[in-house]
């Protein structure tokens, strides 16, 4: 029981620090990488959009992989941000999707990567870099 106690502060220690997911994931880049595009996708095939916690984690994590952004400045920016890339994309609730590979950019200062997949049916490519907003380099709705 103590041991699971001390685990939940720990956890909430991290969560209220806002501290990068990483250090609670285990994996290598490329792992981490793939769980946060696959945590935004889920959150707004679940949810949409609107002013809920989940939201705003999904917001935190789409920009700099945070689970918290405490400057309102900043928050505000990733929010826009992650708007414009939702619209973008064409995403709302009830998106169906597949991650179906990634992989490191060459030439990147490290961290960034490569995935693709597809949305609704449809092929996109999302470019993955550390502590950075996501984009695209192929939105779903590309073409349409």
Same mark, same amino acid.
């Given at each position: 029981?103590?041991?699971?106690?001390?685990?939940?502060?720990?956890?909430? @220690?991290? #969560? +209220? /620090?806002?501290?990068?997911?990483?250090?609670?994931?285990?994996?290598?880049?490329?792992?981490?990488? !793939?769980?946060? @595009? &696959?945590? +935004?996708?889920?959150?707004?095939?679940?949810?949409?959009? &609107?002013?809920?916690?989940?939201?705003?984690? /999904?917001?935190?994590? #789409?920009?700099?992989?945070?689970?918290?952004?405490?400057?309102?400045? !900043?928050?505000?920016?990733?929010? %826009?941000?992650?708007? $414009? #890339?939702?619209?973008? =994309?064409?995403?709302?609730? =009830? @998106? $169906?999707? !597949?991650?179906? &590979? &990634?992989? !490191?950019? $060459?030439?990147?200062?490290?961290?960034?990567?490569? #995935?693709?997949?597809? /949305?609704?049916?449809?092929?996109?490519?999302?470019?993955?870099?550390?502590?950075?907003?996501?984009?695209?380099? +192929? /939105?779903?709705? %590309?073409?349409?």
């Amino acid at each position: 029981m103590r041991r699971r106690t001390a685990v939940g502060v720990v956890l909430l @220690l991290l #969560f +209220v /620090a806002g501290c990068g997911v990483e250090a609670l994931l285990g994996g290598g880049e490329l792992e981490q990488a !793939e769980e946060r @595009l &696959g945590f +935004v996708l889920d959150t707004v095939s679940q949810i949409g959009t &609107g002013d809920t916690v989940e939201f705003q984690t /999904a917001t935190c994590r #789409f920009h700099s992989d945070k689970l918290v952004i405490r400057d309102q400045g !900043e928050f505000e920016l990733a929010y %826009d941000g992650f708007r $414009e #890339f939702l619209r973008k =994309g064409g995403l709302a609730k =009830g @998106l $169906e999707y !597949e991650i179906e &590979g &990634g992989e !490191e950019i $060459e030439g990147s200062a490290g961290g960034d990567f490569l #995935f693709s997949g597809t /949305a609704n049916g449809r092929p996109f490519e999302v470019i993955v870099p550390a502590k950075r907003p996501l984009r695209w380099q +192929v /939105a779903p709705s %590309d073409g349409f």
